[in-house]
T-cell receptor, first 112, second 113 residues
Framework: LAKTTQPISMDSYEGQEVNITCSHNNIATNDYITWYQQFPSQGPRFIIQGYKTKVTNEVASLFIPADRKSSTLSLPRVSLSDTAVYYC?????????????FGAGTRLAVHP | DTGVSQNPRHKITKRGQNVTFRCDPISEHNRLYWYRQTLGQGPEFLTYFQNEAQLEKSRLLSDRFSAERPKGSFSTLEIQRTEQGDSAMYLCASIELQGVGYTFGSGTRLTVV
């Protein structure tokens, strides 16, 4: 599975837009990009998945450039409850076939 | 269905004792995964099942670890002769065959003293 690199931590303030970028230079043709969110003492929660261009749901947007070597998770107007660890994963996840390989993630702290 | 359920939520055990954790996945999900997470790290894959068949085991899963999923429903993870290094959060996740996102349980936090 392609290795990912993302910032260890980020800080933001309530109401701001937060963009977390993930690098995945060795992404394969059949790989998807998936983001999970994890709060303390809970399991990760699926946020969004995409293959190319832009994907948007009620929680976040995922921007993927044409070369797919990076991706950006965008959280609009964050609140204190968005303080969590965010994981970027890359792999052929379609159909739930493969195990997930997590890195250390990005710790987002949202301040009042 | 209220999601993936894991029991117990917390377990404290003395070194050398055996422990067993249970995971009840979402009922229509064919695949079930076990992960282990230590403080400050992302979850690490341990093993997964498709229905009752255990299809892959990580090298992290030593001989002291065993997992089962009888009848393709709930799953158990047993650790024999626990060591302090086994202290971690043990997470279970499930997904249906054509699903997109995995659903994780809240985990079982094991402390070996």
């Amino acid at each position: 599975l392609a290795k990912t690199t993302q910032p260890i931590s980020m800080d933001s303030y309530e109401g701001q837009e937060v963009n977390i970028t993930c690098s995945h230079n060795n992404i394969a043709t059949n790989d998807y990009i998936t983001w999970y969110q994890q709060f303390p003492s809970q399991g990760p929660r699926f946020i969004i998945q995409g293959y190319k261009t832009k994907v948007t749901n009620e929680v976040a947007s995922l921007f993927i450039p044409a070369d797919r070597k990076s991706s950006t998770l965008s959280l609009p107007r964050v609140s204190l409850s968005d303080t969590a660890v965010y994981y970027c994963l890359v792999g052929p996840f379609s159909g739930g076939y493969n195990k997930l390989i997590f890195g250390a993630g990005t710790r987002l702290a949202v301040h009042p | 269905d209220t999601g993936v359920s894991q029991n117990p939520r917390h377990k404290i055990t003395k070194r050398g004792q055996n422990v067993t954790f249970r995971c009840d996945p979402i009922s229509e999900h064919n695949r079930l995964y076990w992960y282990r997470q230590t403080l400050g790290q992302g979850p690490e894959f341990l093993t997964y099942f498709q229905n009752e068949a255990q299809l892959e085991k990580s090298r992290l899963l030593s001989d002291r670890f065993s997992a089962e999923r009888p009848k393709g429903s709930f799953s158990t993870l047993e650790i024999q002769r626990t060591e302090q290094g086994d202290s971690a959060m043990y997470l279970c996740a499930s997904i249906e065959l054509q699903g997109v996102g995995y659903t994780f349980g809240s985990g079982t936090r094991l402390t070996v003293v």
